[in-house]
């Protein structure tokens, strides 16, 4: 009970939010309207039992007039005024129309705010960043923003919805059934209402032997969302990686790995079908006896004359009405162990969010202030991975405005990792870093970042492109070296495939000429240039940029010709070099 009780405070922890969010008013109309639906649908069938019975008891007696009166027009009847089964119909189908229909609109509106409040938590503090750093069990993010989210969504409503009509509809036939079974003697004892403790019993056995056969699903459930997220991971990678592939000759090697993680994805399906056999066997079995069990139970009354056709007929409506309330968690079982198993994904990876939020909160790792100031400052920096091994001890060191200062060192020795560091991004170690203000750098690493759509914005941010005249953009496109690529620049495509990886290169150096930043950061931004081009583009940023701060982390010796400053990171240390 209290793993229960865990659970659903985990998911009252998702949803409540919500419906006290700014959306909350018009939230909850539109789930006041869909309740308000929903028991009208109840009631509809309340009213279609009363119709069922004067129906059949007008086939019994073979009265024409009422019979077709029932059907298109209205009667009066022992029920009270019986309006005709067309009338009733057809209001059933608006409602119930109405009722899926505004339900959707709820879906997306809740999952369009859900989205975006997740997003913002994993984006705010870079905690995106850390967390696939430092917390691996926290698999396929996108998955669970994409589709753990909307299944979560849809779900509980589902549920939600399915719950409260099923209750109402227990209450609602209750009182029926209680009037139409009458008392049952046993043992000299008067039972009264005995279908109704018929059924209730019926319903407790089923969901008793429900939960015994099929709670392994809980478990497969929740692995199987895992495991397709890592299958369709690899196949995102395979695809983005496809020269890298192609030039390795790596087929073979991808396909094994492929393959195992279907594997992996198939056995746990497999272990799924084996499962829903078992629970099916039995969810089927329960739901094919209900369809008789009424009538035999109801039988002994009809035969003896005590109740007529449509008497049994409305019995054994109102039995199955009842039953089928009572069976809820029976023949949602299935639909359950799913929607536990995104609420268990989902708040695990909100935890893990909250924990990266928390750790930047409390200040714990490297310090990265944005003081504004007129030197970038490097104050008892310590710089470790993410398993403790230091790479850079104590460096301290100040670069001022408009320095050009390159930063050199064996690979291995922690360059790339102090980039990160001056960027304000890498969590582990500690120390201060005092920087300009935020928006006045533009770091460039390696391998550059192109967004998904035009040529434009890639060379524009992440800034907005209608910021940048035109002529400024074909400009900074042109001293690159890619003016064949200006009558593209509103083409979306999938740039970082399209492009070479000098050409990326290219894209994120005319980027840097068209922002103008303050202070330029590059990470070997030059490496997959030739030497001329990169003589070049250094040459370029001096004559064009002439009051930026130029910090520079390169192999090739050539590259500390371009700075007045070396510094050198060797042996766990930060020191001066010779420029």
């Avoid at 939960?211 to 695809?239: C, K, M, P, T, W």
Wanted: with cysteine; glycine share 8%; aromatic share 12%.
């Amino acid at each position: 009970m209290r793993r229960i009780g865990h659970f659903l405070s985990d998911a009252w922890r998702l949803a409540g939010p919500y419906w006290r969010s700014e959306e909350r008013w018009r939230a909850r109309l539109l789930l006041g309207v869909v309740v308000l639906l929903n028991l009208s649908l109840v009631g509809m069938s309340v009213l279609l039992s009363y119709w069922n019975r004067e129906f059949f008891n007008s086939l019994q007696e073979k009265d024409a007039e009422a019979f077709w009166s029932l059907l298109f027009w209205w009667r009066s009847t022992d029920s009270g005024p019986m309006p005709g089964f067309v009338f009733v119909a057809a209001l059933y189908i608006l409602i119930a129309v109405y009722a899926l229909y505004l339900r959707q609109a709820l879906q997306i509106r809740w999952r369009s705010w859900l989205t975006r409040e997740v997003l913002d938590r994993w984006l705010a503090d870079r905690a995106y960043y850390r967390v696939a750093l430092s917390d691996p069990g926290t698999d396929n993010p996108d998955q669970r923003i994409a589709e753990d989210l909307r299944m979560f969504v849809d779900n509980t409503l589902a549920l939600g919805l399915g719950l409260m009509r099923s209750v109402v509809t227990l209450f609602s036939f209750v009182i029926v059934l209680w009037g139409l079974s009458g008392p049952l003697t046993v043992l000299g004892l008067d039972i009264p209402g005995y279908m109704v403790w018929v059924a209730l019993l019926y319903a407790l056995a089923g969901t008793g032997l429900a939960h015994l056969i099929g709670r392994s699903l809980i478990r497969l459930n929740f692995a199987q969302q895992r495991v397709e997220a890592d299958f369709r991971f690899a196949l995102v990678r395979l695809r983005e990686n496809v020269e890298g592939i192609a030039l390795y000759g790596g087929e073979a090697d991808e396909k094994r790995g492929l393959v195992e993680r279907f594997g992996a994805l198939i056995g746990n399906w497999w272990a799924i079908m084996v499962a829903t056999k078992r629970l099916t066997f039995f969810t089927a079995a329960y739901s094919q006896a209900a369809i008789i069990f009424p009538f035999i139970v109801a039988a002994p009354a009809f035969f003896a004359g005590r109740i007529p056709l449509g008497g049994l007929t409305q019995t054994s409506g109102a039995f199955s009405e009842v039953q089928g309330a009572l069976s809820w968690f029976v023949d949602n079982y299935a639909a359950l162990t799913e929607w536990r198993a995104t609420v268990l994904r989902v708040t695990g990876f909100l935890d893990a969010i909250a924990a990266a939020r928390a750790a930047v909160a409390a200040g714990s790792g490297i310090q990265a202030r944005p003081d504004g100031g007129d030197a970038l400052v490097l104050e008892g920096l310590e710089v470790a991975l993410p398993d403790g091994r230091v790479l850079l001890r104590e460096a301290a060191a100040r670069i001022g405005a408009g320095d050009s200062v390159v930063i050199a060192g064996a690979s291995g020795s922690g360059k790339s990792t102090l980039f990160r560091a001056l960027a304000g991004i890498w969590p582990f170690g500690h120390g201060t870093v005092h920087g300009p203000s935020a928006g006045a750098s533009l770091f460039l690493p390696q391998r550059p970042y192109l967004p998904l759509g035009s040529l434009r914005r890639a060379l524009c941010y992440p800034r907005d492109a209608a910021e940048f005249p035109e002529a400024a953009v074909q400009a900074a496109l042109a001293d690159a070296g890619l003016g064949h690529l200006a009558p593209r620049l509103d083409t979306e495509e999938a740039w970082d495939r399209q492009l070479s990886g000098g050409e990326q290169q290219r894209v994120a150096l005319a980027r840097a000429l068209l922002l103008k930043p303050a202070w330029l950061f590059l990470d070997e931004a030059t490496a997959s240039l030739d030497p001329e081009a990169e003589a070049r583009f250094y040459t370029l940023l001096k004559e064009r940029l002439p009051g930026t701060a130029l910090i520079s982390i390169a192999h090739r010796p050539a590259v500390a010709q371009y700075h007045d400053r070396a510094l050198r990171v060797q042996d766990g240390r930060l020191a001066e070099a010779a420029a």
